[in-house]
């Protein structure tokens, strides 16, 4: 297996424009996390999807943010418009209950 | 989720046993014990979890006291590919299936040549 797949790996933009980050999950995984890591928050969850429902998203900082999973093997998370403060990895976990979670490698983000 | 208290860091010698601590003296009785490390750069890698026994795998050990207010991970013989923060994470399972991870400091173990 993959493992989870995240895309771009890094991603260098502006402020102000809208940042598109991709995680395909491992196949048959039915939970699906978003994660975001800072040096000063740590590794905080921000939302995760069960069978492709947002089950929880509570940990999502602002109205900027927005997550979907169009279908099992794909999901995004999207910032618009972007801000410097939203530099940071994040990454996409999956899991199928009741078994670890898998994370990916991250994308870092940084926003000029 | 009961909160969970680590050294800031640790070091340990190539070849010899690590042993990481981790207090959670609030934990509830369907609390499982979660361990996950990070090594620079990449995502957090899970390693082992635990309810009340003692649990083994391929990568560590779990030692978890007989009130479960503590537990031991041990990397048997450490490598220096073992440095890495390592974090321990009480959850109770099956909240509606989920693992909803709430990561604390961590541990910053170096395994030094």
């Known amino acids: 297996d993959a493992g989870v797949i995240q895309s771009p790996r890094h991603e260098v933009t502006e402020m102000g424009q809208e940042v598109t980050l991709r995680c395909k999950p491992i196949s048959g995984h039915d939970y699906l996390f978003w994660y975001r890591q800072t040096m000063m928050r740590g590794l905080e969850l921000l939302i995760y999807f069960n069978n492709n429902v947002p089950i929880d998203d509570s940990g999502m900082p602002e109205d900027r943010f927005s997550a979907k999973m169009p279908n099992a093997s794909f999901s995004t998370l999207k910032i618009q418009p972007s801000e410097p403060r939203d530099s940071a990895v994040y990454f996409c976990a999956s899991s199928h209950s009741p078994t670890p979670q898998y994370f990916g490698p991250g994308t870092r983000l940084t926003v000029l | ?113």
């Open chain 2, 1 to 113: 989720d009961a909160k969970t208290t680590q050294p800031t860091s640790m070091d340990c010698a190539e070849g010899r046993a690590a042993n990481l601590p981790c207090n959670h003296s609030t934990i509830s009785g369907n609390e499982y014990v979660y361990w996950y490390r990070q090594i620079h750069s990449q995502g957090p890698q899970y390693i082992i979890h635990g309810l009340k026994n003692n649990e083994t795998n391929e990568m560590a050990s779990l030692i978890i006291t007989e009130d479960r207010k503590s537990s031991t991970l041990i990397l048997p013989h450490a490598t220096l590919r073992d440095t890495a923060v390592y974090y321990c994470i009480v959850r109770a399972d099956l909240i509606q299936g989920a693992q909803k991870l709430v990561f604390g400091q961590g541990t910053r173990l170096t395994i030094n040549p």
